[in-house]
Structure formats: C-alpha cells, structure tokens
C-alpha cells in the first residue's frame, strides 16, 4: 500500500516546513529506481523509427535510434564498428577526447544511445554514452569530430510511503516498487527497539524521506525525516534531531532509540589475547585468524551478556567449547567461548537483557587456561569488539527539549496523516 509522493526541489531541509509539502500529497509512484540489466553481462539493442523529439538538444526527426549497453570486455570500436565509423575517424577522436572522457576504457553495463542515418549502411551520426548517472557524453560523428560533456540535474524528491508486512520488510518494500535502501534505512533505525527476523503479518510501517533522482533513475535515498513502525500491537516512533553534533532518532518522549552495549562481558578480568587475523593458536601452534577478545579471568567468573537480544545458541563446539551466541537485533550479534556452564535458564530462544548472567567462565575446547573468548559480529562479519563504538543513549537534553517538541509535533501528525 503506498499512499503518495510528491516532487518538489528542496531548498531546505527545515523539518518546520514539512507540513506545508504535506497539503500537496499526490498518488502515484514512478517505479524507475534502477536500470535492468545493469551487470553488464549482455548486450540489448532495439531498432526502431521514434516520433519527432530533441534528445539532449539533437533533432532526432530524420534518425532512427538504437539503444544498447556495453558488454563486459566490450571496446567502443567494436560497437560502432558495425554502423560505418572508421577506426581513423575513431582514433581522431579518442586522441582529442583524453582530458574529457578515456573512450578506450568504457564501462560495461553502461547504457549508450546512436542515432543512426536513414539510408542503406545506417551510419552513426551520434553516440550518447552514460558514463555514470551523472554524466552523459555525446559524440558527433556528422561535420566535424567532437565530443561534449552534458552534466545532468540531480532533483530531490520528498516522498511519503507505507507498508504492510506479509513475509518480510524487504518483501514489501519491493511488492510495493519503493527504493529497497528503504529497508536496510528502517532496520538501521529500529536495530536496537525491533527484531526484523521476528517481524509478524500485519506489521505496518510509514517513512517520510527525501530521495534523489537523475532524470528517471534513482541516485539513493539521503535522508529520513521520521518513520513509523508499528510491530505486535506497539507503536514505535522515530523522530530524528541534531545533538552533539550527530542526528539521532527518539521516540515520541525523546527516549534514544538506541542502546549502548557493555564495555565488556565479565566485571572483573583482564585481556589476555586481542583481536588479529594471524595469530599463532597456543595449543595448536600454528597461525590462523583469532576473531575475538580474550578475557582472562577465573572458572566461574560470571559472564554478562553485553546487550539486550535473544539466545540463538547454545552448544558445545570442538574448539570454542561451551558457547552462547546473543542475537541483539538484524545487525549484531555476540558470542561467548570456553564457558564452564550456562546460565540459569539459558536456552535457545531465551530474551536476555543487557547484564544478565548468561554464563560462567571456563575452559572447555581447546583452550590452555580459564578465559572468555568474546566475539562481535556486524552483519554476520566479525569486528573487533574493542573498536565497537557504542551508540549514543542519552535522551533528548534539556536544552534541545523546546526544538524536539516541535520538530515531534509536526513529524507525527504527518506520519499519521499518511494513512
């Protein structure tokens, strides 16, 4: 379900203005984010006689028009080799065209347009080649051998969206022709209040952001000014303001959507091993990736899950032995190695919040002495856990209170408006 967008250019970014874009709400979507076939694998060309108009200035009246995209290890004389341009008049051109464009490094996948006499050889009179979104070069093959550059008008768009979850949020956004950045920019936001691999049917969202286009084609999304999830019955609010320099997203009592994890799992400890891909294994003697931090500390030294999240394991592995993995939310997840025993009550699918005991220390699997093995992953990729920096928790400060109030107000009744 999208309920509208609208296109206007934004000379502004003040979230004070939004209302007024809200009494122009239109219907509609245009469902040209990005082009097909953009690998580059294959080529696709179509001929056909168009009806008079100018394309970037040209007169296509007496052309026919062939379009196509670059093949990967695809050189440009080999696509006009086919529509009678010499390779002098070719190298003429490359030669002068050095400082503008390196013709003899095309891109594949790449679209490019050539319009084409009507006559018997359908010679090139011009190619127009998308370097990038950005950026068109037009080659004149007519009087004299040329090559301009034509800049094009990156517009910004403040659009308003909505959803409904049947199986996924990816699923929905697609089902529903919106940008699929939208996704990864709503799990971003909702990472530490929503589990997005426990969403349910009949959750629903709405999105207010700004999102730039190249004519037709999307540039990305580059900015949200509030959203709205409501997940199992609950409502959750997100309103974004500038403190301390970074923007932010709260809920509707200026609480931080997000949360902060523990410095470290144990209370008392020190570590013994730091994060290294190459580090000679103690038991084994030889060198291999070490994607963890150990912290030495004695058997049943407790061990503190550093976050709110949902026990996704609990096993014994050859090597880690005892281990407990914590899902926190659809980006990071924890692991803690070599314990002696669990927690109690720790069992897969168990909720845990930040601090609560899920184990204690051991030396299970292979391990030289007692010690925790802590590992942090980030989209399913281990990062170092000592690098992790903690998102901010503070609410909104008493200073900012007065401008959260307004920008709350107005953002949540546009957000309710939506529907």
Not at 206 to 226: A, D, H, L, Q, V
């Amino acid at each position: 379900m999208i309920s509208g967008y609208m296109i206007r250019k934004i000379t502004s970014a003040a979230l004070s203005g939004l209302l007024l874009f809200a009494l122009t709400f239109c219907t509609g979507y245009e469902n040209d984010i990005l082009p097909e076939n953009s690998s580059g694998e294959q080529e696709t060309e179509t001929t056909s006689v168009q009806e008079p108009y100018l394309l970037y200035g040209i007169d296509t009246t007496d052309f026919d028009i062939v379009e196509g995209r670059v093949r990967r290890n695809q050189f440009l004389s080999e696509i006009l080799d086919r529509y009678e341009i010499s390779y002098a008049d070719l190298n003429n051109i490359i030669e002068n065209s050095d400082e503008i464009l390196d013709l003899r490094n095309i891109k594949a996948g790449n679209r490019y347009t050539l319009l084409l006499h009507r006559d018997s050889i359908a010679k090139a009179a011009y190619m127009i080649y998308n370097d990038s979104p950005e950026t068109t070069y037009i080659l004149d093959f007519t009087d004299s051998l040329k090559i301009r550059k034509i800049n094009s008008e990156i517009e910004t768009r403040l659009k308003y969206s909505s959803g409904v979850i049947e199986t996924s949020l990816w699923n929905a956004i697609i089902d529903e022709s919106l940008n699929p950045m939208l996704a990864v920019e709503l799990s971003e936001i909702y990472a530490w209040t929503i589990d997005f691999f426990g969403l349910q049917a009949g959750d629903r969202f709405r999105i207010i952001y700004e999102e730039e286009f190249i004519g037709t084609i999307s540039n990305g999304i580059t900015k949200i000014y509030g959203a709205w999830f409501s997940h199992s019955g609950t409502d959750f609010y997100a309103i974004p303001i500038i403190q301390g320099g970074v923007e932010s997203y709260y809920d509707l009592e200026g609480n931080s959507l997000k949360k902060a994890f523990l410095k470290a799992p144990l209370r008392y400890s020190r570590i013994s091993s730091r994060f290294s891909n190459s580090r000679m294994h103690p038991i084994l003697r030889i060198r291999r990736p070490h994607h963890g931090v150990d912290y030495a500390a004695p058997i049943g030294t407790p061990v503190h899950a550093v976050g709110d999240g949902r026990v996704i394991m609990t096993e014994y592995q050859n090597g880690s032995g005892r281990i407990v993995k914590i899902r926190h939310n659809s980006v990071y997840t924890t692991a803690y190695m070599h314990l002696s025993r669990y927690g109690k009550g720790i069992s897969v699918g168990k909720y845990v919040k930040q601090g609560d005991i899920i184990g204690y220390v051991g030396s299970s699997g292979l391990s030289t002495g007692p010690h925790l093995d802590f590992r942090f992953y980030k989209n399913g990729q281990a990062v170092d856990p000592l690098k992790i920096k903690a998102p901010p928790v503070e609410p909104v400060s008493e200073e900012n209170l007065g401008k959260f109030v307004k920008v709350n107000n107005v953002i949540k009744q546009l957000l309710d408006s939506i529907e």
